[in-house]
């Protein structure tokens, strides 16, 4: 049981680069997230999502954008990359609400240079 | 709107020592509440939650939290600690908002363990 992946690990981009960071969860959740964690700022929802074809904007989704064609999938991408979006990224998963706890992954750290 | 403040970005103990972290909350309605742990260059792990239930939660490594509603917290304790507890921990509140319950995190609380 794998849990929640996310790919890659480690990414440098230069300034105005694009890129996607995957995520995929085999344990059929239906609600996926995507946070961003910066040092000492805990952790900022940036989108989620309650269902395949259904997203929605977190706290922080300037920069971003999402899709959800599947259950298993929620990709997230970046255009144009700046400093500002330098951190560490994780996806979580979680069983119809949040109120049942998260599932994350292992997260993507992400250098804007 | 809810809320999340973690007492103290780091806090320091002796193996053995009694573990203290302390989380309080602003919630318009009955929350829910967790406590995860993320360990170095890892996600977050689900130690403990509380949904309404009794209002001592244990959780897994032997660590537990106390839902105090008079005083909106919901500290994390472990009466031992282990040189292995050392991680940051992140206290985070959910409440109902248009169908959803999308949680808010606290800035986490280094625990610093020393032999």
């Known amino acids: 049981n794998a849990g929640v992946t996310q790919t890659p690990k480690f990414r440098i981009l230069k300034i105005g680069q694009s890129m996607t960071l995957q995520c995929t969860q085999d344990?059929?959740?239906?609600?996926m997230y995507w946070y961003r964690q910066d040092p000492g700022m805990g952790l900022k929802l940036i989108y989620y999502s309650v269902g395949a074809g259904i997203t929605d904007k977190g706290e922080v989704p300037n920069g971003y954008n999402v899709s959800r064609s599947t259950t298993e999938d929620f990709p997230l991408r970046l255009e144009l990359a700046a400093p500002s979006q330098t951190s560490v990224y994780f996806c979580?998963?979680?069983?119809?609400?949040?109120?049942?706890?998260?599932?994350f992954g292992s997260g993507t750290r992400l250098t804007v240079v | 709107a809810q809320s999340v403040t973690q007492l103290g970005s780091h806090v320091s103990v002796s193996e053995g020592a009694l573990v203290l972290l302390r989380c309080n909350y602003s919630s318009s309605v009955p929350p829910y509440l967790f406590w995860y742990v993320q360990y170095p260059n890892q996600g977050l792990q689900l130690l403990l939650k509380y949904t309404s239930a009794a209002t001592l939660v244990k959780g897994i490594n032997g660590f537990e939290a106390e839902f105090k509603k008079s005083e909106t917290s919901f500290h994390l304790t472990k009466p031992s600690a282990h040189m292995s507890d050392a991680a940051e921990y992140f206290c985070?509140?959910?409440?109902?908002?248009?169908?959803?319950?999308?949680?808010?995190f606290g800035r986490g609380t280094s625990l610093i363990v020393h032999p």
């Open positions: 985070a509140v959910s409440e109902e908002s248009g169908g959803s319950y999308i949680p808010t």
């Open positions: 344990m059929n959740h239906n609600y």
């Open positions: 979580a998963s979680s069983y119809m609400t949040a109120t049942y706890g998260y599932t």
